[in-house]
C-alpha cells in the first residue's frame, strides 16, 4: 500500500505487473521506454524508445533506483538495490546498487526470459519456447534445466517449492497446475486441483468449473 501523493508513485509505475521486492521492502517491475516513462523515469534522450526501464522503489524514505538498457527484457528484485535482470539475447545478470553487477551468464536461455519466482538461492527463469531453467542467486550457475517433452506440458508459469519441487501451469487452453521433479525432469503429481477437488476442497472444484467454461 502506498500514500498519495507519494515520490515514485506515478502514472507509469507501479503498474498491474509490478511486484513485492523478495524482502517486502519496496516494489520493482520492468517497464519499456516511451514517451510517458521518459518523462515520468527521467531517462535522457540518448536512450532509445523500446528500451528495458528497471524500477524499484522502497517504501521507507520512498527512493527509488532507476536502470536502463536496449537489453533489459525482464527483472526480479531481491531488495529494491538487488536486481537479477533476464536479457533479450538470453543473458542473466545480478546488479546490486553501490556494487555494481556482480555476475552476468551468457545464452542461459535461448531468447528472452521471463524470471517466475526467486527464493533466497534460485531465480526460476521462464524461456519464451517453455523452458524452465532454474539459476543459483550467488555465482549465476544453472542448477537445472528443464525442457517440456510435449505441448501439453509446455509451462505458462510455475513457481518454487521448499521441498526442491516446482509448481508449474501447464497445457494452454486447459491449463492444469503441476508438480515437476526438477531431479528427475518428470512431471510427479499432475492435476492438483483434481487432488484437492477429490479431498473436498470446494474452492479447487469452482476453480475447475470456471477453467472449463473459459475451454
Known amino acids: 500500500r502506498g500514500r498519495g501523493p507519494n515520490d515514485g508513485l506515478g502514472e507509469t509505475f507501479p503498474t498491474a ?22 518523462a515520468e523515469m527521467g531517462v535522457p534522450g540518448s536512450a532509445a524508445d523500446g528500451a528495458g526501464v ?5 517504501f521507507a524514505g520512498e527512493k527509488m533506483l532507476i536502470r536502463f538498457s536496449e537489453s533489459f527484457h525482464h527483472t526480479v528484485a531481491v531488495t ?11 543473458a542473466v545478470l545480478r546488479y546490486r546498487s553501490g556494487e555494481g553487477k556482480l555476475w552476468e551468464k551468457a545464452a542461459v536461455t535461448a531468447g528472452p526470459a521471463r524470471i517466475v519466482d526467486t527464493d533466497a538461492a534460485t531465480a526460476l ?5 517453455g ?6 542467486l550467488a555465482k549465476g550457475d544453472v542448477r537445472w534445466r528443464w525442457k517440456p517433452g510435449s505441448a501439453a506440458e509446455a509451462p505458462a508459469d510455475a ?8 509448481i508449474v501451469q501447464v497445457g494452454g487452453e486447459t491449463a492444469r497446475l ?3 521433479d526438477p531431479a528427475t525432469g518428470k512431471i510427479v503429481r499432475s492435476d492438483l486441483l483434481a487432488e484437492l477437488e477429490a479431498r473436498g476442497v470446494p474452492r479447487a472444484a469452482a476453480a475447475r468449473r470456471a477453467r472449463a467454461s473459459r475451454a
Open 131 to 136: 523452458t524452465l531453467v532454474a539459476v543459483d
Open 54 to 58: 528497471v524500477v524499484t522503489y522502497r
Open 125 to 129: 527463469l521462464l524461456a519464451e519456447k
Open 80 to 90: 529494491p538495490d538487488d536486481l537479477v535482470i533476464a536479457l533479450r539475447d538470453g
Open 17 to 38: 505487473t509490478s511486484r513485492l521486492t523478495r524482502d517486502g521492502k519496496g516494489l520493482g517491475d520492468t517497464l519499456v521506454l516511451g514517451p510517458k516513462v521518459r
Open 159 to 166: 513457481r518454487l517449492l521448499r521441498d526442491g519441487g516446482v
Open 178 to 180: 503441476a508438480v515437476l
